[in-house]
């Protein structure tokens, strides 16, 4: 008997072969980790890329009859996901690191940090900073990170020269820097900032009052309203410690959040970092009010800040995303350690060992982070039409064998020496666990000529 003969779509017969759609690239991988929608790992899938974006994930077995591309590469051992969102840094303090260790936040801050600063931080500091720390980032597969310093367009600078992608904080801070002597400075020296920038592919502007305690309520009001008018988030460290709101209460009879409600801050522009000290009704309200917290574990255990109430805050409803921190506050940049430890904590300060399971963790540090910059449109997950910003990490070797459960490993054991390739926007800025925009001997002198001038005036 003959077989009948399979019916073919004349449009996709090209002299007898079938019409393959053209791509720049396509990753295939042991398992592709989407993260949003949350439909776990997907094994033997690849993510096909054109310019900056993603344009589809499939079956590699499928693909081969979908496609061709420019570049196609092979992850045997890998899962690709979404390339970290580091939401809260102070990326040139790298150059700070292991300065001053094993201290409560105050005398860290007003003994040593700012001290430092107000001697050494200038636009050279910044930019040799912020790369030194954007090469950590990009090597333990973050990027995008949300920053706040002085001198945010060298921060810019930086990042575009490296490839990361970059949310550059407006500084604003009740005493005088190299970078604006008051208020009303450091306003306009910020918003020059988003004008010169906002149509960058790579960097984009978000307010960052430094906390409730050095802003004045005239500065944070007018901060409030110039962020609707240009459509910004405010980056702000909020409640970091119990002394901080005890503080409050004794200067001026309020809580910080109180003050800030009442002060128009309160809004899904607000990221607020830290938020170790909150009542049941302040959870409340910035549960109603959309607001996003920033989490920042390994900082806030490392200065005995307080606990931040993770798996409250989720139950809430509460967008939440992570972040390091400062590499003077850490001393890392290192989103999988900092997963990790928001991971374990999460169990031990809810007594819980069902709370803030792995999945959500890695969510945090992806989708969260994206969300909390309003651009969840265009990063946090590996998703069509979202920017091909993608971390491949080696899963492969006996430290991880037998692999039942990838997106548990990543988060309960991955370390950052098994990121092995980076795309931001489809550039591949990490190539085998090289940078390839950053050239990392150079790296290592300049940040030591920088120990040898902060040490000069210790
Ligand atoms: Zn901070």
Avoid at 21 to 41: M, N, S, T, Y
Avoid at 151 to 171: H, K, L, N, S, Y
Avoid at 201 to 209: G, I, M, R
Avoid at 269 to 287: F, G, P, Q
Wanted: glycine content about 8%; hydrophobic content about 45%; overall charge negative.
């Amino acid at each position: 008997m003959r077989a009948s003969p399979r019916t073919l779509n004349p449009s996709k017969i090209v002299g007898g072969a079938p019409e393959l759609k053209h791509v720049d690239q396509i990753l295939h991988a042991r398992w592709v980790i989407p993260v949003e929608p949350d439909v776990g790992a997907l094994a033997h899938h690849c993510v096909a890329i054109t310019g900056d974006r993603i344009v589809d994930i499939l079956l590699s077995a499928n693909a081969r009859d979908t496609y061709t591309a420019n570049i196609e590469l092979e992850f045997t051992n890998h899962a690709l996901i979404p390339g970290f969102i580091n939401c809260h840094t102070h990326a040139a303090m790298t150059l700070f690191r292991g300065l001053a260790d094993d201290l409560p936040l105050q005398s860290w801050l007003e003994d040593y940090i700012w001290p430092t600063e107000a001697r050494c931080v200038d636009r050279a500091f910044v930019y040799d900073g912020t790369i030194l720390a954007v090469a950590e980032m990009l090597r333990g597969g973050t990027t995008c990170f949300n920053d706040m310093y002085f001198f945010p367009d060298e921060a810019a600078a930086a990042a575009i020269e490296a490839g990361i992608r970059a949310v550059v904080g407006m500084i604003v801070i009740g005493h005088p820097s190299a970078w604006a002597n008051n208020a009303r400075e450091y306003l306009h020296n910020g918003q020059r900032v988003h004008d010169r920038y906002r149509f960058h592919p790579l960097v984009q502007t978000a307010f960052a009052p430094h906390a409730p305690y050095t802003v004045d309520d005239e500065t944070l009001t007018r901060i409030a309203m110039i962020a609707e008018e240009l459509d910004v988030p405010i980056h702000m460290h909020i409640h970091e410690t119990e002394r901080e709101v005890n503080a409050a209460i004794a200067d001026n009879g309020r809580r910080p959040l109180s003050r800030l409600a009442d002060l128009g801050l309160l809004s899904h522009r607000l990221m607020a970092v830290h938020m170790t000290a909150l009542t049941a009704d302040e959870i409340n309200r910035i549960a109603t009010a959309g607001v996003s917290v920033i989490h920042c574990p390994e900082s806030n255990l490392k200065l005995a800040s307080g606990f931040c109430p993770l798996a409250t805050l989720l139950d809430a409803g509460i967008n939440v995303a992570l972040g390091t921190d400062g590499a003077a506050s850490n001393n890392d940049l290192d989103m999988l350690g900092e997963m990790r430890t928001a991971a374990l904590l999460a169990k031990g300060v809810a007594n819980d060992a069902c709370a803030a399971p792995a999945a959500q963790i890695l969510r945090l540090a992806t989708y969260g982070g994206a969300k909390a910059l309003g651009m969840e449109n265009d990063l946090g997950s590996l998703s069509t039409g979202k920017f091909a910003d993608i971390t491949a990490i080696d899963l492969g070797g006996f430290r991880a064998a037998p692999m039942y459960n990838p997106i548990a490993q990543i988060v309960y054991a991955g370390h950052r020496d098994q990121v092995t390739n980076v795309w931001v926007g489809g550039r591949r800025v990490v190539a085998d666990r090289q940078l390839t925009n950053i050239d990392e001997d150079e790296l290592n002198r300049t940040a030591e000529g920088w120990r040898d001038r902060i040490s000069q005036h210790q």
